[in-house]
């Protein structure tokens, strides 16, 4: 008798600005990971421009499926279901993405699965590592900055949310008033290593509150009036010094917000957990550091899948569908693309929260 070979499953990710294909299989195997990001594209706007985004992921999401279909040496029918993400996000990417996945699956005769793109990004450290629930996770991305407890599969709990911009998005915008390019998080870091983070004094939104939230547009407008106030047009090493201490204090706030929220996931769980970090502002070696810190004071391991795996991509939705399917679950072809749609329904609504995860 052979051994059953391990579920395969086609992801497709079109939330945001980046066009993505991928096949995981279920012994956690990447046969085949296909990413086109769009970032060239929206750079002359400052953003990302929706309706272009859309356009992007039309042009290009069939090359993407064939080529992830050609690097796993894999046919249509070779696979166990279709993936797409189904929200939440910019709405008219979403819809590319589901309108792909279900004429495949409805062509094929293969199950359908709308992945929620936040649950993608709280499986990862389990297709990345093989973690074991339940986790932490802080998910810092352009669009979401969360606090999340991963008890299991569809099992979340959202210990905090910003309530007004995401980090990376505040990172984008700060980026911007200092004349640096889009997107900002990587130049506002790059900045950072030559600037004094002691010359101007920044606020830390949310520092000792209670409860898990974020803030961070006062301090994106901290970031306005100090520039506001400087005789002239920033110096290079006035950028330089405002990107350290606006750096230095999005880290501290990451970092005490994590503190509680690891605090309140050892009530929940005296023993075991991780905590986990995703999302595109995971790249940033501050904010990394402050979370090595949070994780050892916790006594906890500090988990950070790769970075490919940290931004959007195929991949972890994929790896969603997997575990949904697992368990028996599966979507109907009149499943409807969600702008948005909470991983945790029952969480207290979170002020402005962006569309972008
Ligand atoms: O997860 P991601 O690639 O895309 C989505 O938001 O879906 O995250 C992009 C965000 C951008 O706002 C970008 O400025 C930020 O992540 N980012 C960083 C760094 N690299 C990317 N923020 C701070 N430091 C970085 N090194
Ligand atoms: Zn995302």
């Not at 990587?186 to 209670?210: K, N, Q, S, T, V």
């Not at 501050?286 to 949070?294: D, F, N, P």
Request: contains cysteine.
């Amino acid at each position: 008798m052979t051994t059953p070979r391990p579920l395969r499953i086609l992801g497709i990710e079109t939330s945001c600005d980046e066009t993505a294909a991928a096949i995981v299989d279920g012994d956690r195997r990447i046969l085949a990971d296909r990413i086109l990001s769009q970032t060239a594209i929206h750079v002359p706007y400052g953003g990302i421009v929706p309706e272009i985004a859309a356009r992007a992921h039309l042009d290009h999401l069939d090359g993407l499926i064939r080529d992830a279909l050609a690097e796993a040496d894999l046919r249509i029918a070779d696979l166990d279901a279709i993936a797409a993400t189904g929200g939440p996000g910019l709405i008219g990417g979403v819809m590319v993405g589901v309108m792909a996945a279900k004429g495949i699956a409805l062509t094929a005769r293969l199950p359908f699965l709308a992945v929620n793109h936040l649950e993608g990004h709280a499986l990862t450290p389990r297709l990345s590592h093989g973690l074991a629930f339940p986790y932490l996770l802080l998910l810092v991305s352009g669009g979401h900055t969360q606090l999340l407890v991963v008890e299991g599969v569809g099992r979340y709990a959202r210990l905090g949310t910003t309530i007004d911009d995401a980090a990376g998005e505040a990172f984008d915008k700060t980026a911007k008033l200092l004349g640096l390019p889009y997107p900002g998080g990587p130049a506002i870091e790059r900045a950072a290593r030559d600037g004094d983070p002691a010359r101007f004094a920044l606020p830390r939104p949310m520092l000792g509150r209670p409860g898990c939230d974020f803030s961070f547009s006062g301090l994106k407008t901290a970031v306005r009036n100090a520039v506001a106030a400087l005789p002239g047009p920033p110096a290079p090493q006035d950028v330089a010094d405002m990107a350290a201490a606006f750096q230095a204090a999005v880290a501290a706030v990451v970092a005490d917000r994590c503190r509680r929220a690891a605090a309140l996931f050892r009530q929940r769980h005296p023993t075991g957990g991780a905590l986990v970090v995703a999302g595109g502002v995971a790249a940033n070696g501050a904010i990394r550091s402050a979370l090595e810190r949070i994780a050892a004071e916790a006594g906890m391991p500090f988990v950070a899948p790769p970075h490919r795996l940290c931004t959007d991509n195929g991949a972890m939705i994929a790896w969603a569908a997997i575990e949904r399917f697992r368990l028996g679950q599966q979507d109907g072809l009149d499943f409807a693309p969600r702008p948005r749609w909470p991983l945790d329904p029952g969480a207290p609504k979170a002020i402005g929260a962006g569309v972008k995860a």
